[in-house]
Structure formats: C-alpha cells, structure tokens
C-alpha cells in the first residue's frame, strides 16, 4: 500500500529563515511525487512533479529534490506569503500526506 | 477559465438526512476525484473517474457513501444517510492528464452533520 509521511507537522520560521521540509514515501512503482501547497479555506494548489532520483524542480523560493526514499522541500530566505500548508502525494492514485503546516513570522 | 466548481460551499445537516454534493470539472479534463479532509486524517482520496467511469472506489468508507459521474461536465458524491463523524471538507478534482499528478482542486464542500 501507497504511504507518505511528511514531517514536522508544523514549522515556524522568521521571515529570511531557511529550512526544508520532508516527505518520505513507500509505493510500488514511482509513477511521480507531487507537492502541493494549500492555503486556509481552499483546495490544494499543485507546485511541482518529480519522476526520479536526482532530479529537482524550482519556483520562486521552493526547491524540490527527490531520492529514492524522500523528497525535501527546500525554502529559502521565505516571505510571510509563503506561509500555508504543503503537501506531498505519490502513486497511481494520488495519495496525499499530512502536510507540513509552515508559518513565517515578519 | 472558471476552475473546478463545488456546490453547496457549506451545508449543516442533522444525522440521517440525505447530502448531495456536487462538482463541475474543468472543461476538457478527463480525470475526476473526490477526497475528503480532516484534522486527524488530512485528505484521502473516496473515489476517481477516467473518462466518466469509476476506476477505485476502495476509499469509499462504507455503503453510505456513493458517487456519480452521469457526464463530462457534471459528478455527485452523495451520503445517506449521513453520520457526524462524516463531518469534514469535500474535495473534487480534475486533471487533463493524471500520470502528471497535477491536479485542479475545487473550493471544497465543507461538511457539518449535527
């Protein structure tokens, strides 16, 4: 069975202040790992797909890399904005985690 | 274009009525999804269709729920009857193609059973 397990379950950083996030995954077959972003009272919003070991995905301040066991969710220098809830999911039916819940105080 | 719509946005119930929520998918998308969001168990996928057909329902939790998807343009998950505990936000989705796992969330139904 498809599992993702993401931590830590919330982050608190001052704006400027650089961390990663983690999402650990088990499926049978990586057909892709998907970070999503989700803002309080809406649906996720898709950020980035992964297919393989090595490979990596920018946008802005987020940075995917992905292993064979983990994916790491890069921020860096982050602004209050980006400050909500960001999910990862794999498999052939989409399976989500937890997510990490990120604040960024100014 | 308008995205993914989710009606009703928010709807109160009392244990054992009948709900029905409903999606427009994005025009075009041939991939529809249905999860459900809690506190305690984050969002979990109920139920995808491809091309209007059902492909897993084994996140469905029980008989009561059940989901539709008549045409392209237009799918239900309806509960009956409803519970407390089914109480959360009711995701659908689209995508054009699924194998990129970019999805297109709608607002969400969020669900309160008394």
């Known amino acids: ?106 | 274009d308008a995205g993914v719509i989710q009606s009703p946005r928010h709807e109160v119930t009392e244990m054992g009525q009948e709900v029905t929520l409903r999606c427009k998918p994005i025009s075009g998308h041939n991939s529809l999804f249905w999860y459900r969001q809690t506190m305690m168990r984050g969002l979990e996928l109920l139920i995808y269709f491809n091309n209007n057909v059902p492909i897993d329902d084994s996140g469905m939790p029980e008989d009561r729920f059940s989901a539709k998807m008549p045409n392209a343009s237009f799918s239900t998950l309806k509960i009956q009857p409803s519970e407390p505990r089914d109480s959360a936000v009711y995701f659908c989705a689209s995508s054009l193609q699924k194998n990129t796992g970019e999805l297109f969330f709608g607002e969400g139904s969020r669900l309160t059973v008394l």
């Open chain 1, 1 to 106: 069975e498809d599992q993702v397990t993401q931590s830590p379950e919330a982050l608190r950083l001052q704006e400027g202040e650089s961390s990663s996030l983690n999402c650990s995954y088990t499926v049978s077959g990586l057909r892709g790992l998907f970070w999503y972003r989700q803002d309080p009272g809406k649906g996720p919003e898709f950020l980035f797909t992964l297919y393989s070991a090595g490979e990596e995905k920018e946008k802005e301040r987020l940075k995917a890399t992905l292993t064979k066991k983990e994916s790491f969710l890069h921020i860096t220098a982050p602004k209050p904005e980006d400050s909500a809830t960001y999910l990862c999911a794999v498999g052939d039916k989409i399976i989500f985690g937890k997510g990490t819940r990120l604040h960024i105080l100014p």
